[in-house]
């Protein structure tokens, strides 16, 4: 059993409050990761699992033992640092054993295990050379290696992609899936990138200031985001976020007045007195759809083709009106052209004044 169970977990520095009370269950063999802009509290959460930060409140439970005053290394948890951490005057076979080593295993049985790691990760031909010697994700594999070694219930890992370039980061999100189908084992993963967590995790844990906001299956939170700050977290590029006021509400929905004047139907139930109140409508770039007579619309102020993708950046960047949209690939789009669009209410967020979406009426 490696599951990691988190009761009412806080953790304070002082006057600031790093991380406010938060309870999580995450189950035998799942691969979670933890999203969340930088001073969230999402590494916190992470070192206080793995033993490094002692928690101000609560308990830690791992295969069902509290573990809340045990040291790491009895935790039956390994980490991976963004920094890699090798050490530059060992090889990468004697990075690799260094755990075995610690813990005193015969040369024999240590030898075979890294031999065992080492294959796994496609670093045999690499094991008599220097860290100086290795590119930044062979590196990463090695700290992998060295932190799977001794099999370890849990693992851990830091924000284990930041430090490598954009191609890289894709090659090692899939040698970290292929690792978790391997391992079977348990694998917390923070990280700030929120195309990482959608694409890896099977459930994703979105934190803001020190507080979890959502946990959910990576399609569920992108289409229901709970509140404001999911929304902004899941989504690439990010869901467009405008201000607008209620204007009516009804049994198919809601009517809302946009900043510029236009109004459109959102599928959503609101409170009678939420009438008349200000609300941010949240619209994802690929439900947008050209019309010409339709309530959004803009001069084209950034177009971007990506392939058989291609994003128009409408309005005068950082104004209320400003949004993308997602466009036919072989639409083509001159600077400065007006664009109008439409959106079907079934495909629109609502949120209210205190950050939380409004329930969504079902077809």
């Known amino acids: 059993m490696s599951s990691v169970v988190i009761e009412n977990i806080a953790k304070r520095f002082g006057d600031t409050t790093a991380l406010h009370p938060t309870t999580l269950a995450i189950e035998d063999g799942e691969f979670v990761v933890i999203v969340g802009p930088s001073g969230c509290g999402k590494s916190t959460l992470l070192r206080i699992i793995a033993g490094l930060e002692e928690a101000s409140e609560g308990r830690v ?11 790491p290394a009895a935790r039956g948890v390994a980490m991976v640092f963004q920094s890699y951490a090798l050490y530059p005057h060992l090889s990468v076979r004697q990075n690799i054993a260094f755990p075995l080593t610690m813990a005193k295993w015969p040369r024999g049985e240590a030898d075979a295990r890294v031999a065992a790691v080492a294959e796994m990760l496609e670093l045999t031909p690499l094991l008599d050379r220097r860290p100086r010697a290795l590119s930044g994700g ?10 799977i070694v001794r099999e370890p ?10 430090n490598l ?8 999100r899939h040698e970290f899936a292929r690792l978790h189908q391997r391992l079977k084992s348990t694998m917390i993963y923070v990280t700030h990138d929120q195309i990482e967590a959608m694409t890896l995790a099977n459930r994703i844990v979105v934190m803001s200031q020190g507080r979890v906001e959502q946990v959910g299956e990576p399609l569920t939170l992108y289409r229901h985001p709970a509140t404001l700050k999911v929304a902004e977290a899941i989504g690439s ?4 976020l405008i201000p607008v006021t209620i204007r009516q509400a009804g049994s198919d929905g809601v009517v809302v007045t946009l900043p510029e004047g236009g109004e459109c139907t959102v599928r959503v139930r609101v409170a009678d007195g939420d009438v008349g109140r200000p609300a941010t409508l949240g619209v994802r770039p690929e439900h947008l759809k050209p019309d010409a007579t339709g309530p959004f619309g803009g001069p084209v102020e950034l177009f971007e083709r990506l392939g058989p993708l291609s994003f128009a950046h409408l309005g005068k960047r950082g104004s209320d009106e400003a949004f993308v949209a997602q466009l036919p690939d072989d639409r ?8 109008r669009f439409n959106l079907d209410p079934a495909d629109a967020h609502l949120f209210s004044g205190e950050n939380i979406a409004y329930p969504r009426i079902s077809p």
């Open 61 to 71: 439970r791992i295969g069902g033992q509290d573990v809340t005053q045990r040291a």
């Open 237 to 240: 590029p990010a869901m467009n």
């Open 138 to 147: 062979q590196r990463q594999r090695v700290s992998i290696g060295r932190a």
């Open 165 to 172: 370039d954009a191609a890289l980061r894709v090659r090692m």
């Open 332 to 339: 083509h789009v001159t600077l400065g052209q007006t664009i």
């Open 153 to 162: 219930t849990v693992l851990l890992l830091d924000e284990p992609l930041s």
